[in-house]
């Protein structure tokens, strides 16, 4: 196989590149440098409904520096095997996502896509279709995009490594596979290590895993009941690309995490 090309330069921008169609304002457009390709593999655990799954989980990221693929592949006991692909290009404001699928059951289920010629986001599942603004990620592309605002930020002009301050915070916008688009903000937390292990049936990390302090905790807060809470672990050691990740929406009892095991990661170059 032909090598892979470098990653993309930092990339520049302005929030106001483009005027979106609705009033929502656009987020801002962030410096780039996007991780260079790797696969990272996770021990999965998803509760819910008096219920806790456990299993595995392996995201691939790998691109040319023109065109990327990033893919998450879960498989838990008592569950159907799920997956998705997020596949694109680069533009001034990061990555730029041109479709998601998400598959079960080796079928496709729902997906969304980024029509750049006409400047909309439509679903399969959907009627509705929104503005295609600078910066707007799908509901999987948008830990490469963050990786790759993080990986920039904290690169001093020098080249040398630059601190993130806790209290730090980047927009994205996400579009979802339900047919909803919406701005998430994180937030860079002041505690940086991954949580303690807890006992079995916990949704929490067990074992022996990387909890090195340079790991950056950011967190998504939920801006109503039943939204999104995200939190994720980013690791300088893997180009900011998460070493945890826990997703739940309180006050529901589901939650779903992604956290790391041994050898759990590689380079894919």
């Known amino acids: 196989a032909r090598p892979a090309r470098q990653a993309p330069p930092p990339h520049a921008g302005h929030g106001d590149a483009l005027t979106p169609t609705s009033t929502d304002q656009a987020p801002p457009v962030y410096p780039t440098r996007a991780p260079p390709p790797a696969t990272l593999r996770y021990a999965l655990v998803e509760a819910g409904g008096h219920r806790t ?109 630059h601190r993130i301050a806790a209290g730090t915070i980047w927009q994205i916008r996400v579009a979802g596979l339900r047919g909803d688009l919406e701005p998430w903000e994180f937030r860079v937390q002041d505690d940086a290590a991954l949580p303690e292990p807890a006992g079995p049936g916990h949704n929490e990390p067990s074992g022996s895993i990387e909890r090195a302090p340079a790991l950056l905790h950011l967190l998504r807060e939920p801006e109503r009941p039943y939204d999104l809470r995200i939190d994720v672990w980013l690791s300088p050691s893997r180009h900011h690309l998460p070493v945890g990740l826990r997703m739940s929406a309180p006050p529901g009892d589901w939650s779903l995490a992604l956290w790391p095991t041994e050898g759990s990661g590689k380079d894919g170059s």
Not at 91 to 109: F, N, Q, T
Not at 133 to 153: F, K, Y
């Open 53 to 161: 799954a456990a299993g595995s989980a392996e995201l691939e990221w790998m691109h040319d520096g023109e065109t990327f693929s990033l893919r998450l592949r879960t498989s838990a006991a008592g569950r159907a095997g799920r997956e998705w692909r997020s596949v694109g290009g680069f533009d001034p404001a990061g990555i730029a996502p041109a479709r998601l699928v998400e598959r079960e059951r080796e079928r496709d289920k729902r997906a969304v896509n980024f029509d750049r010629e006409a400047g909309r986001v439509s679903f399969s599942g959907a009627s509705r279709s929104f503005a295609l603004t600078p910066g707007v990620q799908d509901r999987w592309s948008w830990i490469a995009q963050l990786a790759a605002i993080v990986e920039a930020a904290s690169t001093s002009h020098g080249g040398r490594p």
